[in-house]
């Protein structure tokens, strides 16, 4: 058996990375197999069974983990079923029971009934205020021209008694100095 030296060089180059990782060496990775800095994986990392294949994985400080630590918020149900059937429930008991559904809807419907009521009672005073108001306003403004109106009168008799006098006078010394001017 001879020994071929590229087939040599091949058994090299596929077990030296192997002794290498063994020894815990960082290697080198071929660029189709970078990754990009938001896909690199850090913090703890779990070991899981997928039906199609087994990963072993590992933290970043390369030391396996048992057992997986739960992330975010705590479940609030045990199972998905419960939680399923808690969702069931609820909905049940609101269908179940259209009576009560409607005695509340009736209610309500009372309650906006008397509700309305009592703002339209609530609101008759003041409407009936803004209309007095409104009456007071057109008084005043007809007692004002009413003034004015007796104010001209007043003075359009002060004006004809004054000619009068003026008359009397003028008849009575027909010769004197007149006032007029």
């Known amino acids: 058996m001879e020994s071929d030296p590229a087939a040599s060089a091949e058994l090299v180059r596929r077990h030296a990375p192997r002794a290498a990782r063994q020894r815990g060496w960082p290697q080198p990775t071929p660029a189709a197999q970078r990754r990009h800095h938001t896909q690199i994986i850090t913090g703890r990392v779990h070991v899981s069974f997928v039906a199609s294949a087994y990963s072993l994985l590992m933290s970043s400080d390369g030391q396996d983990h048992a057992e997986p630590t739960p992330r975010g918020r705590p479940r609030k149900w045990a199972s998905e079923a419960d939680r399923k059937r808690a969702y069931r429930a609820r909905k049940?008991?609101?269908?179940?029971?259209?009576?009560?559904?409607?005695?509340?809807?009736?209610?309500a419907h009372a309650e906006i009934r008397r509700l309305e009521k009592q703002a339209a009672r609530l609101g008759r005073p003041i409407e009936q205020a803004e209309r007095k108001a409104a009456r007071d306003l057109v008084d005043r403004a007809e007692l004002?021209?009413?003034i004015v109106r007796r104010d001209d009168l007043i003075a359009f008799w002060q004006r004809r008694a004054e000619i009068a006098g003026r008359q009397v006078r003028h008849a009575r010394h027909p010769d004197g100095p007149s006032r007029d001017s």
């Open 92 to 107: 049940a008991s609101d269908l179940a029971e259209p009576s009560r559904l409607r005695v509340e809807l009736r209610d």
């Open 144 to 146: 004002e021209d009413e």
